[in-house]
Nanobody, 123 residues
Framework: QVQLVESGGGLVQAGGSLRVSCAAS????????MGWYRQAPGKQRELVAD???????NYVDSVKGRFTISRDNAKNTVYLQMSSLKPEDTAVYYC?????????????????WGQGTLVTVSS
């Protein structure tokens, strides 16, 4: 079993900053990519940013220059620092982690989602 616990969402005014965190725990052999997705009301879930085990990052165009994704491998935690927030950033933010686990003496890949944390940006 692998669990993700997200924290840090909330209400912030436009132009403000917020950081969300996601900690993975459980029977993890190793963690590959970690990322953040978001889903606004009436819209499809979209990738916001992700980071590989080697530290390479990828961002959706709409957040480039404003959001920074990072990870602490010792804590199995991924962070998303959000700055210059806009009302259109309002969404439920979901953590996504791709891990390797041991099952029946075999290493298997597993994709795990967090429960989501709401970020609301007021104008």
């Amino acid at each position: 079993q692998v669990q993700l616990v997200e924290s840090g969402g909330g209400l912030v005014q436009a132009g403000g900053s917020l950081r969300v965190s996601c900690a993975a725990s459980g029977s993890i052999f190793s963690i590959n990519a970690m990322g953040w997705y978001r889903q606004a009301p009436g819209k499809q879930r979209e990738l916001v940013a992700d980071i590989t085990g080697g530290g390479s990052t990828n961002y959706v165009d709409s957040v480039k220059g404003r959001f920074t994704i990072s990870r602490d491998n010792a804590k199995n935690t991924v962070y998303l620092q959000m700055s210059s927030l806009k009302p259109e950033d309002t969404a439920v933010y979901y953590c996504n982690v791709k891990v390797l686990v041991v099952r029946n003496r075999e290493i298997r890949s597993l994709e795990v989602w967090g429960q989501g944390t709401l970020v609301t940006v007021s104008s």
